[in-house]
């Protein structure tokens, strides 16, 4: 289930282009109507909109969008108004800049698209940049574990249907993942594992991660050793383990990680999760996997870390 | 230029599927006329055909067609009737049960097809065995530098466009594959020759070459290390190189190489690439590097090489 909330009726993409504008004029812009239409529209109406106010006024809504907004607030619009394969396509060239930090962003992308959707969003990376994703990741990553299943992880093409578990190939490369994760980061076993992780299917990896539960008695993100990790191949295998067996889980502990008190709020993280998923099916079971986390609600907690029109927005976005 | 001559006035479905029906019945079947249908319509006209011969007859073209016909020219048949990603598809997944032998099967796919026609080929593999193209080549190839260059290429989603191609990239991309070539089939210097090959543009890539061969006098595959070569590594390497710097070239030695006397003709690849390419734009630019190469025309050798129906067959897809 979505979170965004489109009103019954829609005002014609004329009328919303129109009063956009007219939030724009005069002294400051005025966010909450702003809020009160974008964050309340598809991505279709939204891309109508944009070439509403284009034709109409002569100017580009996303330029002057970012021209009237500022902040937190300006970037999560911009991202808002790209289209759902566009706006990964600049989340994951962004995260190439810095991938040992911002791995886990390649790795969502990787492995919480559909493979259809993945494709999708290589295209759009392709359109935008003149290069393919998979080059960036290769020629910004160092070499070793990491540039390895980051690359393995975007470019693969996975079978995605849930019909053909074999249990007995699950429990052979269970014990590979077994003899890696025993490994730490070595590069012995992961070659193995990164292959498992690289191809398979999703249905095929739960029911592998399962046979390892079962044997193991512990999931193997959290088999997988703590402590130093300098290049950040673990932070970004167990982030791609724990995305593949179960992904609302995942983004709930993402959510819940940035906006723990202690640490500061990690906007960029909070943003990506809610701008990707608002208007995805899978956002009602995240909140509801963060609600069981987090013992209180995702709106509570963006309310609590979150300010102004950001909070709004964000808000507006999770249904409120 | 494709090379399949369709008539100018095709006859209907219908039509064709009752005479082939005719060409079934009776003592022994009639193979000019199947040739004369199958070998003369594209590969829209042959899916009606066979959808109007199951609708109208109550059985299986394809499965006719095997059952009527014997070895070599049975199983080209077999192939030509599928559609051009299925086919591809099938040889693929013939290829990843014996990939040190059939390796380049495998570079030929996911080399000489567009990024988009690769994605086409690798959702058919979805549809026909439940599995990825990429699971099975990362399974069945031992592991090491044959494994890590076939899955890199088979799972890249390259840049297509012609217009990217960063010089500076190229020269310095140029002296990795130097190093990696000066160093034999070693591990060192491979992987970032399997990552350059493997990720980038094949315009970039011949800008690469280019620069290889401007610097060092010779090109690339070239340049390799001959002789023993156990795992087929480099065999894979040459192929990918060679597929990339120039098609029509590669495909044309290919075809040398079967049609030679001397080593007895290799019909597995002779009719993999008649099949593949008699109804793409790139058979007459194949045929032309033929004739230069072997100073006869593609027909000749094949007249000389083959015999029978199959030969019949070969030679109207050739456009005899």
Redesign the interface.
């Known amino acids: 289930m979505a979170t965004i909330a489109v009103p019954r009726v829609v005002p014609s993409p004329a009328e919303d282009a129109a009063a956009l504008l007219k939030a724009f004029q005069g002294w400051g812009t005025d966010e909450q109507a702003v809020i009160g239409i974008l964050a309340h529209r598809d991505a279709t109406q939204r891309e109508q909109i944009a070439l509403e106010y284009e034709h109409k006024y002569g100017e580009s809504l996303v330029q002057r969008l970012q021209s009237e907004l500022t902040g937190d607030f300006e970037r999560a619009v911009y991202h808002w108004m790209l289209g759902p394969a566009e706006r990964q396509a600049v989340m994951a060239n962004a995260a190439t800049e810095c991938l040992q930090e911002e791995c886990a962003v390649i790795v969502e992308i990787a492995c919480a698209n559909s493979?259809a959707e993945l494709?999708a969003v290589?295209?759009a990376y392709?359109a935008l940049y003149?290069?393919?994703?998979?080059?960036d990741v290769?020629?910004r990553a160092t070499?070793g574990n990491l540039r390895s299943l980051l690359?393995?992880l975007v470019?693969?093409?996975?079978?995605?249907?849930a019909?053909?578990v074999d249990m007995e190939l699950a429990r052979s490369e269970a014990k590979a993942v077994h003899e890696a994760v025993r490994d730490g980061g070595g590069a012995g076993g992961h070659?193995?594992l990164i292959?498992v992780v690289?191809?398979?299917?999703k249905a095929q990896l739960r029911a592998t991660f399962g046979c390892f539960k079962d044997e193991h008695r512990r999931s193997v993100a959290k088999a997988l050793p703590r402590g130093t990790d300098p290049t950040g191949y673990l932070r970004a295998l167990r982030a791609a383990v724990r995305c593949v067996a179960d992904p609302s889980k995942y983004f709930a502990k993402v959510l819940r990680s940035a906006t723990r008190e202690s640490a500061g709020t990690d906007e960029d993280s909070l943003a990506r999760v809610v701008l990707l998923h608002a208007e995805k099916d899978d956002m009602g079971a995240i909140c509801a996997a963060f609600l069981k986390r987090a013992s209180c609600t995702l709106e509570q907690a963006v309310a609590k870390e979150t300010s102004g029109d950001y909070r709004s927005f964000l808000l507006a976005l999770l249904g409120s």
């Open positions: 493979s494709v290589k295209k392709h003149r290069r393919s994703l998979e080059e290769a020629a070499a690359l393995a470019s693969t093409y996975r079978y995605d249907g019909d053909s070659e193995e292959r690289g191809t398979r299917s």
